[in-house]
């Protein structure tokens, strides 16, 4: 009969055994990067000022996606201003232009394509003016209690989104997170991330479940 197994090598087995079994669940192959964004919020303002088109945001940075919802002024063009909204394949349709392929774009890069292509078939030195009304939502999924949608705000941390949907579920890991966003080649990455760090708008927030 064999001698019973120490208890520190059986203490080390069950935490093996453990690790072996969050790498087996975790069988997400996304690639996880660091998070470039880290200390930054972004504040939205009108992307003009008083000028017309030399003005520039607080965020000159934010890239247009599905769901942004912009604001596009043409002064003296009231047929040309309004709202309009980025659709599912980052497209914003726009009068007398049509389709424009908005995602991925800054404001000031929007202001620019608007003005190219106005100018000189429809308008003579069209002045345009672009600013964001309503940014795209995040997304909450996993061990929550409401998982979904919701409206994105400036400053919103991981703990501000998991109070939004409701709190943890009881099997949470509240320790550590994954946040699946794209990067700025449109390439779906996650993000490691804590209880203190900023989403950005489009952001899914992944609460995983505990094992142990």
């Known amino acids: 009969m064999s001698a019973p197994e120490p208890m520190s090598f059986l203490r080390r087995r069950g935490f093996f055994v453990a690790m072996l079994a969050l790498a087996a669940c975790d069988s997400d192959d996304t690639p996880v990067v660091q998070d470039t964004a880290a200390g930054q919020s972004l ?5 003009n000022g008083p000028g017309g088109r030399s003005g520039a945001t607080r965020d000159p940075g934010y890239r247009l996606g599905p769901n ?4 596009i002024i043409v002064f003296g063009q009231p047929t040309l201003t309004g ?25 000031a890069e929007l202001q620019q394509t608007i003005t190219k292509k106005l100018e000189p078939d429809y ?15 995040f997304y909450v999924i996993g061990e929550v209690q409401k998982p979904g949608n919701y409206p994105y705000v400036t ?13 943890f579920t009881y099997r949470a890991r509240k320790n550590d997170y994954y946040i699946k966003r794209l ?3 449109g390439k779906m990455v996650r993000v490691m991330a804590s209880s203190g760090t900023v989403l950005q708008p489009g952001d899914t927030l992944e609460v995983r479940e505990r094992y142990f």
Request: net charge negative; charged share 15%.
């Open 68 to 71: 942004d919802r912009v604001r």
């Open 155 to 167: 400053d919103m941390t991981v703990l501000n989104a998991v109070a939004m949907a409701g709190g």
């Open 83 to 107: 709202e309009f909204t980025v659709d599912g394949n980052g497209v914003l349709s726009y009068p007398l232009i049509g389709n424009i392929p908005a995602g991925g774009m800054t404001t």
């Open 183 to 185: 990067d700025r080649s």
């Open 43 to 47: 504040n939205l303002a009108p992307t």
């Open 123 to 137: 308008l003579v030195n069209p002045s345009v003016s672009a600013e964001v009304v309503t940014r795209r939502p």
